[in-house]
Antibody, heavy 120, light 110 residues
Framework: QVQLQEAGPGLVKPSQTLSLTCTVSGGSINSGNYYWSWIRHHPGKGLEWIGYIFYSGSTYCNPSLKSRLTMSIDTSKSQFSLELSSVTAADAAVYYC????????????WGQGILVTVSS | QSALTQPASVSGSPGQSITISCTGSSSDIGTYKYVSWYQQHPGKAPKLIIFDVSDRPSGLSNRFSGSKSGNTASLTISGLQTEDESVYYCSSYTRSSTWVFGGGTKLTVL
């Protein structure tokens, strides 16, 4: 069973870059079977899909975040990462990494989530 | 992209059935069978409970069922149990090759 674990700073200053990493275990990150995804949950609001990266390095993201978002993957470390630049208070959320099967389009495995606060 | 529309809250008594609606558009729910539902308890990660409109992950109770009509998907929970009290989110794949989620519905078991 695939397990995912987010890591990164819980506090980011406004205008700086938010950087998170997700470590994958129990499955191969370069199997081609999953879209490795990021999803966030704003307090009191719904979930928001951020984007995904494929094992090949190809990415696809939420158009609303595209200009500020960079995603990367390191298959040797079984990790994929997110960088969101020029953060504001609106980026404060719980960030989840998740896997979406390429044969269907649901998120079957999720990390525990990491709370990111944006404050000076 | 607009979020899918869910009622903010629903409630029911133990043993009863409830249905949560999720309304999208012809760009998402109306086009694809790729609707999924997630259950999220406080402080926990979302858990997949329905995928492809009406399929259940292996081992999940058949008290949970899903359906779709036009641009609206629905989640029905029958034989309500206290442990079903949670927040439920719907999600759909879209024509833009992105995913969209609903705002979440808080289920209270009275």
């Amino acid at each position: 069973q695939v397990q995912l674990q987010e890591a990164g700073p819980g506090l980011v200053k406004p205008s700086q870059t938010l950087s998170l990493t997700c470590t994958v275990s129990g499955g191969s990150i370069n199997s081609g079977n999953y879209y490795w995804s990021w999803i966030r949950h704003h307090p009191g609001k719904g979930l928001e899909w951020i984007g995904y990266i494929f094992y090949s390095g190809s990415t696809y993201c939420n158009p609303s975040l595209k200009s500020r978002l960079t995603m990367s993957i390191d298959t040797s470390k079984s990790q994929f990462s997110l960088e969101l630049s020029s953060v504001t208070a609106a980026d404060a959320a719980v960030y989840y990494c998740a896997s979406a099967s390429t044969v269907s389009t649901y998120f079957d495995y999720w990390g525990q989530g990491i709370l990111v606060t944006v404050s000076s | 992209q607009s979020a899918l529309t869910q009622p903010a809250s629903v409630s029911g008594s133990p043993g009863q059935s409830i249905t949560i609606s999720c309304t999208g558009s012809s760009s998402d729910i109306g086009t694809y069978k790729y609707v999924s539902w997630y259950q999220q308890h406080p402080g926990k990660a979302p858990k997949l409970i329905i995928f492809d409109v009406s399929d259940r992950p292996s081992g999940l109770s058949n008290r949970f069922s899903g359906s779709k009509s036009g641009n609206t998907a629905s989640l029905t929970i029958s034989g309500l149990q206290t442990e079903d009290e949670s927040v439920y989110y719907c999600s759909s794949y879209t024509r833009s090759s992105t995913w969209v989620f609903g705002g979440g519905t808080k289920l209270t078991v009275l």
